[in-house]
Structure formats: structure tokens, C-alpha cells
């Protein structure tokens, strides 16, 4: 059953399930003197929204192996113990803690998981409205994006360039395009 939230015209409390074909979850890395930009594949998650959006909470799990940057070669060697050890460490998580407005924007809080390590992390996030899909079913959007150093998840594989540089930059952008349907 759900019912109107308080503080967004249209928007009804329940379950949210992402929409996998309507949503990206990427990133952005320095590289060089460019940045390289990947996505994950594979992930899975809900958004349950309470009468008081301030109650309401996300979960999503990624599947690590499933990471694509356009080239074959980088795919693998993020996949190995370098970076992600997807095979020992298959999944990424994010399970929220807050949810704070500010304005007409939001700051999600929560607990990010990689390789074993749980560290929190804050989303900048942008709600985009609530519509119909071609199904008759409420959909929500937002937009989300946060920064975050690798090393901090243990993920400090880098080479050495001349001048004291190094290949690999340790910010991460992380970029969030999500729709999600609300669930019978």
C-alpha cells in the first residue's frame, strides 16, 4: 500500500526497484592526461521510500567482473587483484544511512563496500521527477554523483611516470542515471 509523501508532489511511498535497462551506474578516472570513463553492466537495487523521505533508504549491489570501459585489455586487468579482484571479491555494495534535503536537493549518506573494505560515502543527489511508464507504473528519476579516493578501498595499484607522476589518478567520480519502478 502507499501512500503520499509530504514534500514531492507525486511521489507515493513503497519500493522502488531499479530498472537495470533505464539505469547507468559509471565512473571517471584520470589517466594520463585524459580521463577514462567505465560503467558496471550488472547491478541490482531498491529504493524504499517512507512517508517521510528523511526514513527513506537505498541498496544496491554491483557485479564488479561486469565493469566495461571500451577496451577488452583495461576491463581485465580492473577486474584482477590490481584493482577490483572480482574473483575474490565479486560484488560492490551500497547500503544508504541518511537521507538529508537541501532545498531541492539532496544529500544521500551510506556505507560503499569494495574488496571487503566499508567506508562511507555522501551522493550529491538530484531528484528528477515521477511519471508513468508505458506500463502503467509509477517511475521515480534522480541523478547522482560523488567523489571518492580509491586508496581508500584499498585499490592503489599505479605506475610511476617521470616527474613524480603516476599513470592512474586516485579521484573517482562516480556517476549515478537512475529509474526506478514502484513495485505491486
Known amino acids: 500500500m502507499s501512500t503520499a509523501t509530504t514534500t514531492i508532489p507525486g511521489l507515493v511511498s513503497g519500493t522502488y526497484a531499479i530498472d537495470t535497462a533505464h539505469t547507468e551506474i559509471g565512473f571517471t578516472v584520470r589517466h594520463l592526461m585524459t580521463k577514462v570513463r567505465g560503467t558496471f553492466q550488472e547491478f541490482a537495487g531498491e529504493i524504499v521510500v517512507?512517508?517521510?523521505?528523511?526514513?527513506s533508504t537505498a541498496a544496491?549491489?554491483?557485479e564488479l567482473a561486469s565493469v566495461h570501459t571500451?577496451?577488452?585489455?583495461r576491463d581485465?586487468?580492473?577486474r584482477s587483484g590490481d584493482f577490483f579482484d572480482a574473483e575474490n571479491s565479486p560484488k560492490m555494495t551500497f547500503a544508504s544511512t541518511a537521507l538529508k534535503s537541501e532545498g531541492d536537493a539532496y544529500i544521500l549518506a551510506g556505507d560503499l563496500t569494495i574488496k571487503d573494505v566499508t567506508k562511507p560515502i555522501e551522493f550529491a543527489v538530484e531528484f528528477l521527477g515521477v511519471d508513468q511508464n508505458a506500463y502503467g507504473q509509477t517511475i521515480i528519476g534522480f541523478e547522482a554523483s560523488a567523489s571518492i579516493s580509491r586508496?581508500?578501498?584499498?585499490i592503489d595499484f599505479n605506475v610511476p611516470l617521470e616527474g613524480g607522476k603516476l599513470l592512474i589518478g586516485d579521484k573517482v567520480e562516480i556517476h549515478l542515471d537512475v529509474q526506478?519502478?514502484?513495485q505491486a
Do not use: F, I
Open 50 to 55: 517512507k512517508d517521510s523521505l528523511e526514513e
Open 60 to 62: 544496491v549491489t554491483v
Open 70 to 73: 571500451r577496451n577488452e585489455q
Open 76 to 78: 581485465g586487468h580492473l
Open 151 to 154: 586508496k581508500d578501498w584499498g
Open 180 to 182: 526506478a519502478a514502484l
